[in-house]
């Protein structure tokens, strides 16, 4: 009889781990959005410095709209080579070494596809925009990255 009398007890660790599972998918969220932030901010720095260096004014007449044009597919291809790469995984954030070396080879991966598409397609686009957007956009990845650690 005493058996049948105990009752079921659920243990608090498997709470605990739902709450925490929970916690990191909105952390990892919260990271995408300034993700987002970050990018959109090297992309705007990267369109104002391009004008203001002699070494890139060399841009083809028209490139301010292509530069316009071109800016959503930039961010867009930028977080999708995050995500595939595993920059939101749950196995490398937060842990050490491998997240900086994730942001940092997709980011090179989308400076590459890009440059490569431009090639390809004969794309007037300011090689000067690409350079500073991603010179600017990856040390500014790494440091919001850093900054979520602390």
């Known amino acids: 009889m005493a058996v049948a009398d105990e009752t079921r007890v659920e243990r608090?660790?498997?709470f605990d781990r739902e709450r925490t599972h929970g916690d990191i998918?909105?952390?990892l969220a919260i990271t995408a959005v300034l993700d987002v932030m970050v990018i959109v901010v090297a992309v705007i720095l990267a369109w104002d410095l391009r004008i203001a260096f002699d070494v890139f004014s060399m841009s083809p007449l028209g490139a301010d709209p292509l530069i316009a044009q071109s800016t959503p597919w930039v961010i867009g291809l930028w977080i999708a080579t995050l995500v595939v790469q595993g920059g939101y995984s749950v196995r490398h954030?937060?842990?050490g070494p491998?997240?900086?070396r994730t942001i940092t080879f997709a980011s090179l991966t989308t400076a590459g596809i890009l440059?490569?598409?431009c090639y390809l397609l004969q794309l007037p686009l300011?090689?000067?925009f690409l350079?500073?957007?991603f010179v600017?956009?990856?040390p500014l990845l790494l440091l919001e990255r850093f900054t979520l650690r602390k």
């Open 93 to 95: 954030f937060g842990a």
């Open 25 to 27: 998918r909105l952390v």
């Open 136 to 138: 600017l956009g990856v």
């Open 98 to 100: 491998d997240e900086y």
């Open 131 to 133: 350079v500073l957007t």
């Open 12 to 14: 608090p660790g498997s």
């Open 115 to 117: 440059a490569m598409t």
């Open 126 to 128: 300011s090689r000067g």
